[in-house]
């Protein structure tokens, strides 16, 4: 309530919005960049390329969702596979478990498309308006004709990768001769056209502009990896014993560093300037890092110029840094319960996936009873069910079948004509069918398990075996 007499409190407001600040990465060299770029090859080497890849006179890897049909090498998957994608959801989930208990963000810092894609753009950045303190001469710098050629340069080369990552992605799923034959021809239709412009712009939004933003603020995987590791795996870490008290040497003290008794770190914010996120890792382990390993690469530079020992910076577990341990006492700890219950789970789940599809058959049936006629009387008493099989073909030859019935005395298999049905590569066939019992069969009313059987005409001669349910009525 307001008190008429009591004096004005001055009013302060307290901004909860903070502006970004803009990161501009300086470019890095070194053992762990070496890995990044290796990585960034491998993985846009199959990502650009997998596409062209032809296999059996098709494309390799295809994701036909018109059809439904999926390709992968030589497996042909309907959308009734949907079990070996979820499993390859889950294999993912625990590779991912376990990369993180063994040694942090190794999948950010290396393989995230997030990482990888910021990589190229950065490096078209570099190459087109210069380095970190370079790009933020020019971004301070009023609008000119040579920024406005440094800047269209760079938004060139981002936009032509965008379109082609695009495309690419789009080639997964519209073969990608088709999709290219179009696009020579300008006759690109609409659908194709639009998910190819979207992927592309999402690539440009996040690779561009978005960047470590998608890392601290969007991506869940940073929220949660914190519950991942825990004292013994390896993560990027500074060793603020050897670094500490930080500063500046003099040259007396560079001339004799073992000697001299000052700390390693020279406070030169040299790891802070190539970091991707922005952040300062003397500050400890933080949500923000992504485990890039910049820091590492220029700090040892660093070391090396100044004649301390490399790894002031380093991976290390939290354990390791504490108690001073060498690396092979660190090491000794990597193999520890967690990591051996994620690596055995990974190794058993990836063993049951690779047998299940080897294992898988070449024909799938699926049996769907009739709903409006559950059992009927017919000719002399015989009893009649009526099914509608539906035979999925997971080969890319022609199937061969002949069909019978089995599970109860005298069961017979009716089809419409044909000793013998034949299924087309890559193909659903359905046919209507009756399993009819005799009349002295002797059943009790109920239902009764029967199977269906389809055997392979000719080759491998195989049986295919599908359960139903066969109804006696009272
Ligand atoms: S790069 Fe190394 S020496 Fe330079 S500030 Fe960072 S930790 Fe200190
Ligand atoms: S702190 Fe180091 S490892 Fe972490 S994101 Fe920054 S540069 Fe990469």
């Not at 009927?376 to 509608?388: A, D, F, L, M």
Request: aromatic share 10%; proline share 5%.
């Amino acid at each position: 309530m307001t008190q008429p007499d009591s004096p004005a409190l001055p009013r302060r407001v307290i901004p909860l919005y903070a502006a970004e600040t803009k990161v501009y990465p300086r470019s890095v060299t070194g053992r762990f960049a070496n890995w990044r770029w290796l990585m960034v090859a491998l993985t846009q080497l199959f990502f650009y390329g997998m596409p062209w890849l032809q296999w059996n006179g098709r494309q390799a890897l295809l994701f036909d969702l018109e059809a439904g049909r999926f390709y992968v090498l030589g497996l042909l998957l309907y959308p009734q596979d949907f079990i070996y994608l979820a499993a390859l959801l889950v294999l993912s989930a625990l590779a991912l478990f376990f990369f993180t208990a063994v040694a942090g963000r190794l999948w950010c810092g290396y393989s995230c498309p997030q990482t990888v894609y910021t990589e190229m753009f950065l490096w078209i950045e570099r190459h087109t308006e210069g380095d970190r303190q370079a790009r933020m001469r020019l971004d301070r710098e009023p609008w000119s004709w040579p920024k406005m050629g440094r800047k269209c340069a760079k938004h060139g080369g981002w936009l032509a990768l965008s379109l082609l990552t695009g495309f690419s992605f789009v080639a997964y799923f519209i073969p990608v001769r088709e999709l290219a034959g179009q696009v020579m021809s300008l006759s690109l239709q609409a659908w194709p056209l639009f998910w190819v412009l979207f992927y592309a712009g999402a690539t440009y939004g996040n690779a561009g502009f978005l960047r470590e933003q998608m890392c601290k603020y969007i991506c869940p995987y940073a929220r949660f990896q914190s519950a991942l590791i825990d004292a013994d795996s390896l993560i990027i870490s500074y060793d603020a014993r050897r670094g500490e008290p930080r500063g500046a040497r003099s040259r007396k003290q560079e001339l004799a560093p073992q000697t001299s008794g000052a700390a390693d770190c020279v406070d030169c914010t040299l790891c802070v300037q190539v970091c991707p996120t922005g952040i300062d890792i003397r500050n400890g382990l933080q949500n923000e890092c992504i485990g890039c390993a910049a820091c590492i690469d220029v700090c040892d530079q660093v070391m090396d110029k100044v004649g301390a020992p490399r790894g002031l910076i380093r991976y290390a577990t939290e354990n390791g840094i504490t108690g001073q341990w060498s690396r092979k006492q660190m090491l000794a700890r990597v193999l520890r319960p967690r990591v051996l219950l994620y690596g055995a789970a990974l190794m058993a789940l990836s063993l049951a996936f690779v047998f299940s599809v080897y294992q898988r058959d070449a024909l799938l049936i699926n049996v769907i009873k009739d709903r409006q006629v559950m059992a009927r009387q017919v000719g002399e008493g015989e009893i009649e069910n009526i099914y509608r099989l539906q035979l999925i073909n997971r080969t890319e030859r022609p199937l061969q079948l002949r069909l019978r019935a089995d599970g109860l005395p005298g069961l017979q298999l009716l089809t419409q004509g044909a000793e013998s049905i034949s299924v087309a590569p890559s193909s659903i066939g359905t046919l209507p069918v009756q399993l009819r019992l005799p009349p002295n069969a002797g059943l009790a009313s109920g239902a009764h398990p029967v199977q269906i059987e389809a055997q392979e005409l000719g080759g491998g001669a195989k049986t295919f075996t599908a359960k139903a349910v066969f109804f006696v009525p009272r």
